[in-house]
């Protein structure tokens, strides 16, 4: 079983900057794509960013050129750096991981949430 455990929410004035991180454990041989998401107050949840095995990664224009994710294999954590925030950014953040575990079964694993809220 794959757990992802989120941390480093929390309160932030408009313009400063959060890093949340995402611990993975469990028996994970390979990842395929970790992504992040956040879902506002009254809004669907929504993807903004994913790294995928490669390195390559995706930003969807809200975020793009404020947030970057990045990984460390050996901590088996991916992180989520933003910057410059706004109070559009306050929502619930949530991190995914797709990947194949040791036994050759794939997985799709969420973390449990962490609030980021901006003020102005």
């Known amino acids: 079983q794959v757990q992802l455990v989120e941390s480093g929410g929390g309160l932030v004035q408009a313009g400063g900057s959060l890093r949340l991180s995402c611990a993975a454990s469990g028996r994970i041989y390979r990842f395929n794509v970790m992504s992040w998401h956040r879902q506002a107050p009254g809004k669907q949840r929504e993807v903004i960013a994913s790294?995928?095995?490669?390195?390559?990664?995706n930003y969807t224009n809200p975020v793009k050129g404020r947030f970057t994710v990045s990984r460390d294999n050996a901590k088996k954590t991916v992180y989520l750096q933003m910057n410059s925030l706004e109070p559009e950014d306050t929502a619930v953040y949530y991190c995914?991981?797709?990947?194949?575990?040791?036994w050759g079964q794939g997985f799709n694993a969420w973390g449990q949430g962490i609030q980021v809220t901006v003020s102005s």
């Open positions: 790294l995928a095995n490669s390195g390559s990664t």
């Open positions: 995914n991981l797709s990947g194949t575990t040791t």
